[in-house]
């Protein structure tokens, strides 16, 4: 089946734009996840959507970032006012239902605040 | 303390060997453990979870030492395809979220 897709896979920007940035995880997968990884970095944790319950947004870094998802489909991670250092690969994964289960990464999306 | 530690590496072997990675985790309740695999500019993919008992999948080991806290990633007859970020990853008592280390490099000579 269809893994977990994410678009754009390239993003330019100029500071002080918005971008927008899309996650499709797999049908049927309840949770849905976003990290953010800089060059040569590790995974930094961002935010968590489990079913309709509340996300956790403990990981965001700064107002600027926010993320919806409507029921247990697509996912929207906004940047506002982007900054140089918001530079990084944008990774979604989805699984099943917890934490407990593996989670599917998607190729992410390569945003570059310029 | 990082939540979860792993052997800074980078890890350069010969092709044929047996390399083992270590990694350590802070949180006691941690209840899943997994070891992730990373190309270079690519997504992670699950290698194998981490069972209490240890596991074997081909020529990968995973061993748990729940009194240590401490996860171990063995791989024997290394090949060159092996080369990767290798990706410690560790539930950190909530069911919300996992934590990962933030990987050890192996390299793979021929």
């Known amino acids: 089946g269809a893994g977990v897709s994410q678009s754009p896979s390239n993003k330019v920007t100029e500071k002080g734009k918005d971008v927008e940035l899309r996650c499709d995880p797999i049908?049927?997968?309840?949770?849905l996840y976003w990290y953010r990884q800089r060059l040569g970095q590790g995974l930094e944790f961002l935010i968590y959507f489990q079913g309709n319950s509340a996300p956790d947004k403990s990981g965001l870094p700064s107002d600027r970032f926010s993320a919806e998802r409507t029921g247990e489909s697509v996912s929207t991670l906004t940047i506002q006012r982007t900054q140089q250092e918001d530079s990084a690969v944008y990774l979604c994964a989805s699984s099943l239902d917890s934490s407990y289960n593996e989670q599917f990464f998607g190729p992410g999306t390569r945003l570059t605040v310029l | 303390r990082k939540e979860v530690e792993q052997d800074p590496g980078p890890f350069n072997v010969p092709e044929g060997a047996t390399v083992a990675f270590n990694c350590t985790y802070s949180n006691s309740a941690s209840q899943s453990f997994f070891w992730y695999r990373q190309d270079c500019r690519k997504e992670p993919k699950l290698l194998m979870s981490?069972?209490?008992s240890g596991n074997e999948d081909g020529r990968f080991t995973a061993q748990l030492n729940r009194a240590s806290q401490y996860i171990s990633l063995l791989i024997r007859d290394s090949k060159l395809s092996d080369s990767a970020t290798y990706l410690c990853v560790v539930n950190t008592g909530s069911a919300r979220q996992l934590t990962f280390g933030s990987g050890t490099q192996l390299t793979v000579l021929p």
């Open positions: 049908s049927g997968h309840t949770a």
């Open positions: 981490v069972y209490s």
